[in-house]
């Protein structure tokens, strides 16, 4: 059953794996962490040595090259994936293969196993291999097995030069887990795709066709201090200005009773004294309209208190928009799952993904299936057949679209 059109696929996500890229939120630095250095460094080197055209590695990792198309009729596509690894737990991967997975519990470590009770897709996998962690640190897959996948692709059309296919350009981001920063950061005269294809999703058959609407208000209170002994009439408590604010805010719109397509405010920092205080609220909406209302209640709201002002930060926007205008690309992944006998399952991501930030700036970036499951977590782990497949599907985009 061993697919050999990608026969360096699992060695080569194992040998990113084994760079900790591991974001870092202490910092304001791009990229936050230099594993992340070390890795765009090596596929610079890798995609040289491929015989890529148009290379280029920047100093905030920010890395690329392209493989030019030999059919002229075939769009430009322009593949991400980003190098970062999420902050949750350690990125010191030692990857463990099991192959020819029996079925049944996948025992980690002594003390962590991955349940069949809660991954009821795992019987799915049964005779294919698993790449899995050693309970106590990521897998990295995501988004590794993204970067394996693409690198995959370019060496299988360079192998088979006759195989017809669009320019391919290749762009590796980082600290995408830090709130899409390396995309924010991308100069959109580097991309040469008409397309943008990010492989930043879970399992086979996914891919995204919505995200919400996402930004963050800063809420200052500034209060009046007074000895308490002599504070009648004037002192001011900050501290409670900002609580009388947030329970303005409507208590069943909040992350803990909220899913699906509901929208919410998430308070996720508050610190104070008398004098100042700062509250952090992050608004999300899939509709733009109640997004934008969102906002504006957090504005009306704050005209209620004599000194609250509002530092708003736009995250990132809705890739649906960018995608309906362009519906070649949807269309062609569809068609390739189709004809590749994958189930598609559209998804309503509650986040965003690189494509969100270049859906944007112009770009129509669609992100599709990588094949891993459980993101940010010990659990997090790959069937290859599902990468293989990942691979599959790109292929039939770049020589259909
Ligand atoms: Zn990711």
Request: charged share 25%.
């Amino acid at each position: 059953m061993k697919n050999d059109n990608y026969k360096d696929l699992l060695e080569d996500f194992l040998r990113y794996t084994k760079i900790d890229t591991k974001v870092s939120h202490d910092n304001e630095e791009v990229p936050s962490s230099p594993g992340q250095n070390s890795l765009a460094k090596l596929l610079h080197q890798e995609m040289t040595d491929l015989g890529l055209s148009e290379l280029f590695l920047l100093d905030n990792a920010i890395c690329g090259g392209q493989l030019p198309g030999n059919n002229s009729s075939l769009e430009k596509v322009t593949l991400f994936a980003h190098l970062d690894t999420a902050a949750d737990l350690p990125g010191n991967t030692k990857a463990r293969i099991i192959e020819n997975y029996p079925g049944g519990d996948v025992s980690l470590n002594e003390k962590s196993s991955i349940l069949v009770s809660e991954n009821s897709e795992l019987s799915n996998y049964v005779g294919d291999t698993l790449i899995v962690t050693s309970g106590d640190t990521l897998l990295g897959a995501d988004d590794k097995i993204a970067i394996a996948e693409v690198m995959a692709l370019v060496k299988y059309l360079k192998n088979n030069d006759e195989i017809p296919h669009g320019d391919i350009q290749i762009i590796f981001v980082p600290d995408e887990e830090k709130g899409l920063v390396g995309a924010k950061a991308l100069d959109m005269s580097l991309v040469r795709g008409s397309y943008g294809v990010c492989l930043d999703c879970c399992g086979i058959g996914e891919y995204v066709i919505e995200n919400w609407w996402a930004g963050e208000a800063l809420v200052t209170f500034r209060g009046v201090t007074a000895h308490p002994m002599s504070a009648k009439g004037k002192m001011v408590n900050s501290i409670l200005q900002a609580q009388e604010y947030i329970q303005g805010l409507p208590e069943t719109e909040r992350p803990e009773h909220t899913e699906k397509k509901e929208g919410f405010f998430y308070l996720s920092n508050l610190n104070g004294s008398t004098v100042e205080t700062t509250a952090k609220i992050h608004v999300r909406d899939f509709d733009k309209e109640s997004y934008e209302n969102r906002k504006k209640m957090l504005f009306e709201l704050a005209l209620k208190f004599k000194n609250c002002t509002i530092e708003y930060t736009e995250r990132y926007g809705d890739c649906a928009k960018a995608l309906s205008e362009n519906p070649k690309l949807l269309k062609t992944v569809r068609e390739g799952m189709e004809a590749l006998e994958i189930k598609g399952i559209p998804l309503s991501m509650r986040g965003g993904y690189d494509g969100s930030a270049l859906g944007m700036k112009g770009l129509p970036t669609l992100n599709i299936f990588t094949g891993a499951h459980n993101f940010h977590s010990a659990q997090e782990y790959l069937p290859l057949r599902s990468a293989e497949k990942a691979v599959d599907l790109l292929l039939y985009l770049v020589t259909h679209i």
